[in-house]
């Protein structure tokens, strides 16, 4: 997502880019081309704005694991909590965060709508956490939980035996709650 020169300045990663370029993309379709906010006002959305990345970063700015086994790695989690109520509000630009190890190790936002898994993934504990995070009731900008499935759609792009395990996680869940849910 994001690369660092020799002097520690970041750069735009291959996959910030290809954001940046489906993003521009999509807003220029029919569809999203005049989003509305719930108070009908046009929304202009920069690509540049609309996304960041959440890494563990060294004394030279470089990204580090986020495993949590060190001091600086909690600076990290304090960073994503810090302004939880500012990524809520419509005025925040910010919609799409790209991480590594926030899902596993601990963020706590309730407007995970979308996970995207990168590498393989054998643990089923890290895969449960993962899906987890994106399972919960979303919430609106006064952190009213929204009970509206319009809303409460998670989205797993994963590889073969991410989507075996949740596919049995999800025939768990339905067996628990005597609900059939939808898989696409």
Known sequence: YRLYDDEGNPQKGIYAQWFEEEFNFLMGTKKFRKLKDKYGEHVSYDAEEVHDGYFSVDNKGRARNTGGESIPDGNTY?????????LLSFSEPLRFIFSHSALKEGWDNPNVFQVCTLVETKDDLTKRQKIGRGLRLAVDQRGQRIYDDRYNILS????ESYREFATGLQKEFESDAGYE???V
């Open 78 to 86: 304090e960073l994503i909590m810090k302004d939880k109520e500012k």
């Open 156 to 159: 797993v792009v994963a590889n």
């Open 181 to 183: 849910f939808n898989v």
